[in-house]
């Protein structure tokens, strides 16, 4: 069975504290993505990996960061938590291929909440 | 304290009811779409696909129409289920592109 796990499923920083969220596949998959997903807007991408260490911005790369060590690790960083940035978190993983969102399989998200 | 968000639509069925989820998709460009489930506290599963040479492809109890005429695409479920209830949405691939997802229709399934 296909895995991709997310190191919290709910976490609570304060503002200004800087916040890892960590994402694994078990696929062998190139690329990863950081999406989030808030009510009524749909899922927006923040960065992708589509490579060890090569990373591309998303629609919404600003107050984040990622870091892609090792293949099947893909990690976003929150450099200084805004409220702003509460949230669902989803990371994503695929095949290389034509079609990114070709047999994409996500982690059960993160819920983050900064107060 | 927490921000309010945007409602999304909502479409109530009777248990046993088919339902039809429409999804209208933005780009010309885009050949490959993705219908998901994403069900109360988990991420977004796959349900079908169809590309854009097909305009129907059935699954199990799943079917999806695609117009690319007027770029719109639908789920419809047969008889549909309590286990059904969730959040549906739409995606559109396009060719080495970023994919773009649709907002989402809750699904509320009345025993």
């Known amino acids: 069975d296909v895995k991709v796990t997310q190191s919290s499923r709910y976490l609570v920083k304060r503002t200004g504290e800087k916040v890892f969220l960590e994402c694994v596949q078990d696929m062998d998959h190139e690329n990863m993505f950081w999406y989030r997903q808030d009510p009524g807007l749909g899922l927006r991408l923040i960065y992708f990996?589509?490579?060890?260490?090569?990373?591309e911005k998303g629609d919404i790369p600003e107050g984040y960061s990622v870091s892609r060590e090792k293949k099947e690790r893909f990690s976003l960083i929150l450099e200084s938590a805004s409220t702003n940035q509460t949230s669902m978190y989803l990371c994503a993983s695929s095949p290389p291929g034509e079609w990114r969102g070709y047999e994409q399989y996500f982690g059960p998200g993160t819920r983050l909440t900064v107060t | 304290g927490e921000s309010v968000g945007l409602h999304l639509p909502t479409l109530s069925v009777q248990e046993g009811d088919n339902s039809i989820i429409n999804c209208a998709y933005s780009?010309?460009?885009?050949?490959?779409f993705i219908w998901y489930k994403q069900e109360s506290g988990k991420g977004p599963q796959f349900i079908i696909d169809?590309?854009?040479?097909?305009d129907k492809r059935q699954g199990q109890r799943v079917t999806v129409l695609l117009n690319k005429t007027v770029k719109h695409l639908s789920l419809q479920i047969a008889a549909t289920q309590p286990g059904d209830s969730a959040v549906y949405f739409c995606?559109?691939?396009?060719?080495?592109?970023?994919?773009?997802f649709g907002p989402g229709t809750s699904l509320s399934v009345i025993p």
């Open positions: 780009n010309s460009a885009s050949d490959y």
């Open positions: 990996s589509y490579d060890v260490k090569m990373k």
């Open positions: 169809i590309r854009s040479n097909m």
């Open positions: 995606a559109e691939c396009s060719p080495y592109d970023k994919v773009i």
